[in-house]
């Protein structure tokens, strides 16, 4: 297939550009680089500088190529600062979405994957399930939940057909076969802890902060599930192939189904940078909620997924290698 890869420059969308490469497919990127990179689109994918919201561009942009699929990742992710700036999120979220969509429909593009998330659930004390309650604790969270409302009006009244893949926390780098970090994780402002953790060691901040630890959790602090970016991948290809085999509409949790505290965490990462770092203890924020971590047995059953990374230190030292090797981030690195 021909696919459109929007936010391909991104952490999660480069990643899974390369594997859509890899199984065959050929790949656009579509990306503003507002927060992404030009070099961490893969070698072999075309390269289109844009913003959704231009529609003229856009519809431009269909009717140069014809797209099979498109692969939506375009979004700010940013819970904390969704809750200071909600209209910058329903923007870019949820109306670039909507413009995208409508784009499709005009030019006969019906399969559609999205990138999802954990956000759109509220806190559970045991793995949650595709068919739990909804009920976001940030803006960004809500965004989320909206562009699925639309997805499943569109397949209602359209048939666009589509796969909305809730992950949760992603993290980890990628590694070539010779164990060399190739594509990692690089956001500006950084808001993920283990990047930002990882910085403590690096030499880049004092000390890692812990937002809160009076939530309802055993060590007070935020539980999480983390899933490798591989996993995050190989999981979007997986779910191309169901919507080409005529599939109309699937909701997956991708996540190891493991929660680890913010303390665990930086234990975690102290244990495999070899450094005693200090956590430094402060507020809560808002938009946080106790806790998040994922059932993925209907994608598991259904697709055949399975994650290959479930060691928690295994994916930290897969971010800690890519992060010792590129302490800057991307720089003016090459594509690839």
């Given at each position: ?93 949820v109306s670039n979405t909507r413009n995208l969509l409508e784009v499709m429909v005009r030019h006969g593009v019906r399969r559609l994957i999205f990138s ?221």
């Amino acid at each position: 297939m021909h696919i459109l890869v929007t936010g391909g420059a991104g952490y999660v969308g480069s990643a899974a550009a390369a594997h859509f490469l890899a199984a065959g497919h050929s790949v656009a990127v579509f990306d503003s680089l507002v927060k992404g990179h030009r070099a961490a689109i893969p070698a072999g994918a075309a390269f289109v500088q844009g913003d959704l919201a231009d529609v003229a561009g856009l519809d431009v942009l269909f009717q140069a190529q014809h797209f099979d699929a498109v692969v939506h990742f375009a979004a700010f992710i940013e819970a904390g600062e969704s809750m200071q700036l909600p209209g910058k999120y329903f923007l870019n979220n949820v109306s670039n979405t909507r413009n995208l969509l409508e784009v499709m429909v005009r030019h006969g593009v019906r399969r559609l994957i999205f990138s999802s998330s954990a956000g759109v659930y509220a806190s559970k004390d045991t793995p949650l399930v595709e068919d739990d309650p909804t009920g976001p604790a940030s803006v960004y969270g809500e965004t989320k939940l909206m562009m699925e409302r639309m997805l499943h009006w569109y397949h209602q009244t359209v048939g666009m057909r589509y796969a909305a893949l809730r992950y949760f926390n992603a993290c980890g780098a990628m590694l070539d076969a010779d164990g060399t970090p190739i594509r990692g994780e690089d956001h500006h402002p950084e808001t993920h802890l283990i990047p930002l953790t990882l910085q403590v060691p690096l030499g880049q901040r004092d000390a890692i902060l812990i937002y809160g630890t009076d939530y309802n959790t055993p060590d007070g602090t935020c539980i999480r599930d983390y899933v490798h970016i591989e996993d995050l991948a190989s999981a979007h290809v997986l779910a191309l192939d169901a919507l080409g085999a005529g599939e109309g509409r699937l909701v997956y949790n991708l996540g190891n189904g493991r929660g680890y505290s913010v303390r665990e965490v930086i234990d975690i990462a102290r244990e495999v940078t070899g450094v005693d770092f200090p956590a430094v203890e402060t507020e809560r924020r808002p938009g946080d909620a106790d806790r998040l971590v994922a059932s993925s047995g209907r994608i598991q059953a259904d697709l055949d997924w399975k994650p290959r990374y479930t060691d928690l230190r295994e994916i930290i030292a897969s971010a800690w290698a890519w992060h010792t090797a590129h302490p800057n981030g991307y720089g003016d690195a090459p594509a690839g």
